[in-house]
């Protein structure tokens, strides 16, 4: 079975420190996309950083890197110098090449305090 | 290049009728999915649309159905609205549904009272 676990519920950081925000996945299969997406109050999906399972190299988009551990099965998202807009839910992904549904995680709120 | 469009943003409907949700997706884009997030239960995938026919369901209610047009565009719809279908209603768009691009709209917040 598919499946994301985000551990943290709630995170707070510091304005220009980095945070941290932890992904796990179980799946057997070898092809695999990981996502993150940044939701705020609004509502909307705003998509952030995508690696895919067969990358060698771990995933970079301006403030936002993947910590991509495929042994371990993690797909952390490390957010640089943290802005107050930078608090919103956050939700990591999953979805494959065979299929093409979302599998998420439950989120974790981030806190960004001045 | 225009995001997806969902519309209407917010509604307030009543147990017992039905409404429809509609979905633009990104000019190009011919995948649609559905989701439904709730507090309780967190995102739930409902269906995906692939260039008009349903490739993929989620295990919902027969309540729930969806379609997609020629131009892309999809509405979802739920009959017989329960208290429960109260959520945030969010469209995916992709070229097809898989690989690194998939954009969400900013979503119908639907509640049911």
């Known amino acids: 079975a598919q499946k994301i676990t985000q551990t943290q519920p709630g995170m707070f950081v510091q304005e220009k420190e980095a945070v941290t925000l932890d992904c796990t996945y179980d799946?057997?299969?070898?092809?695999?996309?990981l996502f993150w997406y940044k939701q705020p109050s609004s509502g909307e999906m705003i998509f952030l950083i995508y690696?895919?399972?067969?990358?060698?190299q771990n995933a970079t988009e301006g403030r936002y890197s993947l910590n991509f551990q495929k042994a371990r099965k993690s797909a952390n998202l490390v957010i640089s110098a943290s802005q107050l807009g930078d608090s919103a839910m956050y939700f990591c992904?999953?979805?494959?090449?065979?299929?093409?549904?979302?599998?998420f995680g439950t989120g974790t709120s981030l806190t960004v305090i001045p | 290049k225009a995001g997806v469009t969902q519309t209407p943003r917010y509604l307030i409907k009543t147990r017992g009728q039905q409404v429809t949700l509609s979905c633009s997706p990104i000019?190009?884009?011919?995948?649609v999915s559905w989701y439904q997030q709730t507090p309780g239960q967190g995102l739930q995938f409902l269906f995906e649309?692939?260039?008009?026919?349903?490739?993929n369901k989620g295990n919902f209610p027969g309540r729930f159905s969806g379609r997609q047009f020629s131009n892309s565009r999809s509405e979802m719809n739920v009959s017989t609205l329960e208290l429960g279908d109260s959520a945030l209603y969010l469209c995916?768009?992709?070229?097809?549904?898989?690989?690194?691009?998939?954009?969400f709209g900013q979503g119908t917040r639907l509640t049911v009272v």
């Open positions: 995916a768009s992709s070229p097809d549904g898989v690989g690194t691009e998939a954009f």
């Open positions: 799946t057997s299969d070898p092809s695999y996309g």
């Open positions: 690696q895919g399972s067969y990358d060698q």
């Open positions: 992904a999953m979805r494959f090449v065979t299929g093409n549904q979302f599998y």
């Open positions: 000019s190009g884009h011919r995948s």
């Open positions: 649309y692939f260039s008009e026919t349903q490739r």
